[in-house]
């Protein structure tokens, strides 16, 4: 089986290209550019305007500003006094020197790594007010690129800390100038179109290494496996290596872009960009482990026969599938910085509410599953369910099928199906034999012993009838004389049944025939007091008489 990238994936990658081209600024400034008439002086106090809540939307908003080279703007991302001009003029030489050295050695986390909580990444063993997003290497020495918290106008900000400031003034000195002059004149989105051209080489070179690995692997393992249909674990590997195998081409892309001489706007914007291949390696993992694993699945329910599974199974797979594309979708949203949570909280309210209304839906489902899992009837057997009685032709997913013996069809939904009381006749592994035998009153008491001998012999002959058959006289009734019979049939199904119930009973009928002992047929003995008989006489006479004339 020849796998392939999956096709509804291939025009979002074109699209997270085409935004990672984009200068981030360009690319999410109409999706959060507020109407001026909206803003109120409340709105005004409640967010930073520069969006230095969390370290996540500080770098964010730092790296946007380098790739303008706007300096001034960068500068306030920066621990810095800006009271002067001259403080100012120093912030915006720290920001050109933090750039630079970025460029030439220096990393910063990837853009999903990066908390996007206010109070920032707890536990990571530094102060509260501290967090670490990053590290230049210059001349064998390491400087850690700290963010601190702070006050400014009643917001809590995140902000490049004063320590890591002093740092790179030291390390730089006046190579600050130096260093602008050199940028290339020619760049795409604030860096060089080398620098470009060199991480997107990489990623094509890493990404299409280890695919062609992952493709050579599934191809040597379906020529060792002799039936690979059918092997597990064949099926697995041929599901699991693709997407394993963009799973690790992105980690080794991460590690070896973090190591290459370029822009760190071109390595920062491109990495996180990169991190939707994540999501998709993850979502394609799942969505191709839940095709196997339901493929697998129905193969064995359709040689056991058991139709009603297959749904059940087809229905999990989807919503399955679903589910992993909502993750992808969020994943996206999430990468492209678009905040899910609302949505997420608008969509768990509008679920109660469908859930409330959709109350019968979802008890047929959960009554699907109920009836899968107990199986008290499967598709052929013949049932009775409350007043209906007859096969069962499909059990769905919201309801079950019967054809009744008027050959018309009832379907009770699953929900009512399965709170009912249902007598399964196809589930019996013996028949009963039950028939009472009347034998004429005339028969004399020797002709009824005789009789009872005769109907046990035919049942201890017969190998289709269980141990513990017997057949005794019963009772004296209006009629006749009873002798019950009392045994089971052991056969497959009720047309089996039917035929031996047949034998049997022509056996006995003719045993008691040839041994001269009568069935008792409806009969009734009338009798008259003498009265009667003397008042019945005379006019039998009389109209003896009239005839006769």
Request: charged share 20%.
């Amino acid at each position: 089986m020849r796998f392939s990238f999956p096709k509804f994936l291939i025009p979002l990658w074109l699209v997270c290209l085409l935004f990672a081209a984009i200068p981030p600024a360009a690319a999410l400034a109409p999706l959060f550019a507020a109407e001026p008439e909206a803003a109120t002086p409340a709105a005004a106090t409640q967010a930073d305007l520069l969006g230095r809540e969390t370290p996540r939307s500080t770098i964010s908003g730092l790296i946007r500003a380098l790739a303008e080279h706007d300096y001034d703007r960068a500068a306030q991302y920066f621990d810095l006094p800006s009271n002067t001009s001259r403080q100012r003029a120093a912030a915006a030489a720290r920001a050109r020197e933090f750039q630079a050295l970025l460029d030439s050695g220096g990393s910063l986390e990837p853009y999903a790594a990066l908390s996007n909580d206010g109070p920032g990444r707890i536990g990571d063993e530094l102060p509260v007010d501290r967090e670490r997003v990053g590290e230049i290497r210059i001349k064998g020495r390491t400087i850690p690129v700290l963010l601190s918290r702070g006050e400014e106008e009643g917001l809590q900000i995140w902000r490049v800390s004063r320590e890591t400031a002093t740092s790179i003034a030291a390390v730089t000195g006046r190579q600050a100038g130096q260093l602008d002059s050199q940028r290339p004149e020619f760049t795409v989105a604030g860096a060089p179109l080398e620098d470009w051209g060199m991480l997107v080489g990489l990623a094509v070179l890493v990404i299409g290494s280890l695919w062609m690995v992952a493709t050579i692997l599934v191809v040597i393992m379906r020529r060792l496996v002799a039936d690979p249909a059918a092997n597990g674990v064949y099926r697995f590997f041929e599901a699991a290596l693709p997407p394993l195998s963009l799973l690790i081409a992105v980690f080794v892309f991460f590690e070896w872009a973090e190591r290459l001489p370029v822009a760190i706007v071109a390595r920062q914007t491109l990495l996180r960009y990169t991190g939707i291949l994540l999501v998709i390696a993850f979502v394609w993992f799942g969505l191709r482990l839940v095709d196997a694993i339901a493929q697998l699945a129905i193969t064995r329910m359709q040689r056991r026969g058991r139709r009603q599974v297959v749904s059940v199974i087809v229905l999990l797979r989807r919503t399955a599938k679903v589910v992993l594309l909502m993750f992808f979708g969020i994943g996206i949203l999430d990468t492209f910085g678009i905040d899910v949570t609302t949505g997420i909280a608008a969509l768990g309210i509008g679920g109660i509410a469908l859930a409330l209304g959709a109350q019968k839906t979802v008890e047929n489902l959960v009554g699907s599953v109920t009836v899968i899992a107990d199986r008290p009837a499967q598709v052929g057997d013949f049932i009775k369910v409350g007043d209906v009685v007859g096969t069962v032709e499909d059990v769905g997913i919201r309801s079950t099928r019967i054809r009744t013996l008027g050959r018309t069809l009832v379907t009770i939904p699953n929900g009512d199906f399965s709170a009912r009381q249902i007598e399964n006749f196809a589930a019996r592994d013996r028949f009963l034999f039950n028939p009472v035998i009347g034998v004429d009153y005339r028969t004399p008491a020797a002709k009824i012993e005789e009789a009872v001998r005769i109907v046990k012999g035919v049942l201890l002959e017969r190998t289709d009838i269980a141990e513990g058959a017997r057949a005794n006289l019963a009772a004296i009734g209006e009629r006749s004389f009873h002798i019950e019979v009392f045994s089971y049939i052991e056969a497959p199904d009720w047309d089996a049944s039917v035929i031996v119930r047949e034998a049997l009973l022509m056996s006995i009928i003719a045993r008691l025939e040839a041994a001269g002992i009568g069935l008792a047929f409806p009969a009734q003995t009338v009798v008259f007091a003498p009265e009667q008989l003397d008042a019945i006489q005379p006019r039998a006479g009389a109209q003896g008489g009239t005839a006769g004339t």
